[in-house]
C-alpha cells in the first residue's frame, strides 16, 4: 500500500535515525548543522552592517539554548536585515563557505558613496607622464571613508575620471581639486548617491574559507568590478576551498584562496543562492519580473566554467518566483533530469509557501505539494538522508529580512512523488532560534578533516532492494562516470566486515546471502570523495 507524503517531527525519530561521528572537543563535529548568524545580541539588525558568526548545533536536540561551538568571523560584515550570509559546504566536506565585505560593522545605510565626478572644464597641459592629482574633501559622517580617484587625460585636458574607491559616510556633495606640476584650468563636480554602498565599489568583497577547528581565512578579498557595481554578495560555494564562484549582482568566479583582483564573470544575471551538486554549477534566479527567469539554472558542462558560459533552465512552474536555497536529489534510477540524474527537488520559498517539494516525472518537473512552517517563509536549506533513505531538510524561517528567527528541521517520510499531507503545520520541529537583535541566515552541515559523509549526494546514487532481503539483494551504483568507482562494504553490528567489493558507476550487483545470520547490517560505500552508509535488513 503506497504510503503518503508525511512530515515527521518527534525528537525520538531524529535521534534514532541522525547519523553523527564525534570529533575532538574543539572540532566541529561531523554530522552536525551550522547557520550564520548576525548580529551582536545588543544592537537592533538594520541595513546597516552587522558582525557575523557561525553556530554550530546538533541534529537531535529540540530548542536547544546554546550551540556546541561558536566561531566569529572577523574582518567580514553583511547587511543586517538583507538576502546575505548565505553558507555552503565545500564538495570535499572540509570547508564552510561564505561571503560579505570588509566594511565595519554598524555602517550607515543611508551614508552617500561618490557615483560620478563631472567634468566641468577639461584645462590644458596635462600629460601622461605627470598626472594631475584629484583631491576629493573628506565624508561628513564619523567613520566615513574617503572617496579617491584618477583623472583620464585626452589631448591635454582632462577628458573624464576613474572612481578608485567610492568612499561612505557623505551627506553632502564632495568637493573636488585638481592639482599637479604640470597642467591648469581644469575642474570638476561630485555626484553622491545612496542605498548599501558598501555594495559597490567603497569597500571590497570577502569570502570567508572556515576549516574543522573553526580557524577562518578571510584573505580572499578583491574590489568590485564593473558588473558588480551596487551589487549585494549573499554568498559563496567551492569545490575544495581553493577556489570560488560567488553569489552576488552575478555569478562570478574567483580563481583562487588569497585573491586579491577582481572576479571573472561567468553569468550575467542576480542570484538568490548557489550550489555545486554532481560536479555542476546551479543557481536560483530569485525574483524578477519576467517569467522566464525566475527558475533555477545550471551550467551544463564537463567541468565547472572559469569564464562567461551558458546556464540551462531548469523547468519547474513557469512563474515561480521568490525562489530562495534549493537541493536537488537523485532516488530513482530510472527517471532523471536531463544529464544530471536528478528527480528529487526542495525548495525554499520567501513567501508562505515555505518549502516546495518537485519531482521529475520523465518529461516535466511536477509539484507535489508546498508546505510552510507555521507560516513562515523558508530561505536556506540543506539536505541529508537519514539511514531509512528519507530527506530531513533542515530550514532557516523566514526570507533572511527577519530577526530572531529559527533553525527548524523536518523529515519527508513518503515516496518521492506523494504530496504534503494537509494539517500538520506544527511539523516543523525547532532546533534554534537566533535571540534578540540576532538573524539566522545560512545553513549548512559541519566539515570534516578528512573524508566527509556526503549521503546527501552519495546515497541517493547507491539504490539497495529489496530492502528487506531474503536470499539476494541488489546494489544499483546511479554515479556518473565522472564521479568514480566507489568500494562497497558490508559489516554486521559488530562491525565485522563480511562483504567487500568495487562499483563502477551505472551498474547492478547481485549479491546472494546464503550463509548470512538474520539482523541488520551496514552498508557502506566510498568513492574518492565522498562517504554514505545504508542499513540492510537480512530475513
Known amino acids: 500500500m503506497k504510503t503518503n507524503f508525511t512530515l515527521r517531527s518527534g525528537l525520538l525519530m531524529i535521534i534514532i535515525l541522525a547519523f553523527t561521528v564525534q570529533g575532538h572537543a574543539q572540532d566541529f563535529t561531523l554530522g552536525n548543522i551550522v547557520v ?6 545588543s544592537t537592533v539588525l538594520s541595513s546597516n552592517t552587522a558582525p557575523i558568526s557561525l553556530l554550530e548545533y546538533t541534529t537531535t536536540g529540540i530548542s ?3 550551540p556546541t561551538k561558536t566561531v566569529s568571523i572577523s574582518g567580514l560584515t553583511i547587511a543586517g536585515l538583507a538576502n546575505e550570509g548565505l553558507l555552503s559546504l565545500s564538495s570535499d566536506d572540509k570547508y564552510l563557505i561564505l561571503a560579505g565585505y570588509n566594511a565595519p560593522a554598524n ?3 543611508t551614508s552617500r558613496y561618490v557615483s560620478n565626478l563631472t567634468v566641468t572644464t577639461g584645462g590644458s597641459g596635462y600629460t601622461f607622464a605627470t598626472p594631475p592629482t584629484v583631491t576629493i574633501s573628506a565624508p561628513n559622517l564619523p567613520g566615513g571613508v574617503n572617496a579617491t580617484a584618477s583623472a583620464n587625460i585626452t589631448s591635454g585636458a582632462i577628458s573624464s575620471f576613474t572612481i578608485i574607491n567610492a568612499g561612505s559616510g557623505y551627506t553632502l556633495a564632495p568637493t573636488v581639486t585638481i592639482s599637479g606640476a604640470v597642467g591648469s584650468g581644469a575642474t570638476a563636480t561630485a555626484t553622491i548617491s545612496s542605498g548599501g554602498y558598501w555594495q559597490g565599489f567603497s569597500f571590497s568583497k570577502v569570502i570567508a574559507r572556515v576549516n574543522n577547528t573553526g580557524a577562518v581565512d578571510a584573505t580572499t578579498s578583491f574590489p568590485s568590478s564593473n558588473f558588480q557595481s551596487n551589487g ?3 554568498g559563496a560555494v567551492s569545490v ?3 577556489s570560488f564562484y560567488l553569489n552576488g549582482a552575478r555569478i562570478e568566479y574567483v580563481a583562487s584562496l588569497g585573491q586579491t583582483t577582481a ?7 542576480g542570484s538568490r543562492s548557489i550550489g555545486i551538486q554532481g560536479g555542476q554549477l546551479y543557481f536560483s534566479s530569485g525574483y524578477v519580473a519576467a517569467a522566464s527567469n525566475t527558475t533555477i539554472r545550471y551550467i551544463n558542462t564537463s567541468t565547472l566554467p572559469t569564464a562567461s558560459a551558458t546556464a540551462t533552465a531548469v523547468p ?22 536531463s544529464s544530471t540524474g536528478w528527480d528529487l527537488l526542495y525548495v525554499a520559498k520567501f513567501d508562505t509557501n515555505g518549502l516546495e517539494k518537485w519531482y521529475y516525472d520523465g518529461t516535466n518537473w511536477v509539484l507535489a505539494a508546498s508546505y510552510t512552517a507555521a507560516g513562515s517563509a523558508i530561505s536556506s536549506i540543506t539536505v541529508k538522508n537519514n539511514l531509512l533513505g528519507q530527506p530531513v531538510i533542515y530550514a532557516v524561517t523566514g526570507n533572511n529580512s527577519v530577526s530572531n528567527n529559527a533553525l527548524v528541521a523536518i523529515t519527508d517520510t513518503g515516496s518521492r512523488t506523494d504530496a504534503m499531507t494537509d494539517g500538520v503545520n506544527t511539523s516543523f520541529i525547532t532546533l534554534a532560534t537566533a535571540g534578540a537583535n540576532y538573524g539566522f541566515r545560512g545553513v549548512a552541515f559541519a566539515p570534516t578533516s578528512t573524508l566527509g559523509v556526503k549521503s546527501n549526494e552519495l546515497d541517493s546514487k547507491i539504490q539497495l532492494w529489496p530492502n528487506p532481503a531474503h536470499s539476494e539483494f541488489n546494489i544499483l551504483n546511479g554515479q556518473n562516470a565522472k564521479e568514480g568507482t566507489s568500494t562497497i562494504e558490508i559489516s554486521n ?3 565485522q566486515i563480511i562483504h567487500s567489493q568495487k562499483s563502477n558507476p551505472g551498474t547492478t550487483t547481485t549479491i546472494k546471502t546464503n550463509g548470512w545470520a538474520k539482523g541488520v547490517y551496514i552498508l557502506k560505500a566510498t568513492n574518492n570523495e565522498s562517504q554514505t552508509t545504508k542499513k540492510l535488513i537480512i530475513k
Do not use: A, M, W
Not at 36 to 41: N, Q
Open 232 to 234: 549585494s554578495v549573499k
Open 64 to 66: 536547544q539554548s546554546l
Open 316 to 337: 519547474i512552474l513557469p512563474g515561480n518566483q521568490n525562489l530562495g536555497g534549493f537541493y536537488f536529489l537523485d532516488t530513482n534510477p530510472s527517471v532523471g533530469f
Open 107 to 109: 555602517e550607515l545605510s
Open 240 to 242: 575544495n576551498g581553493t
Open 263 to 269: 572576479s571573472t564573470l561567468i553569468f550575467n544575471q
Open 36 to 41: 550564520t548568524r548576525v548580529g551582536d545580541g
Open 493 to 495: 553490528v559488530n562491525g
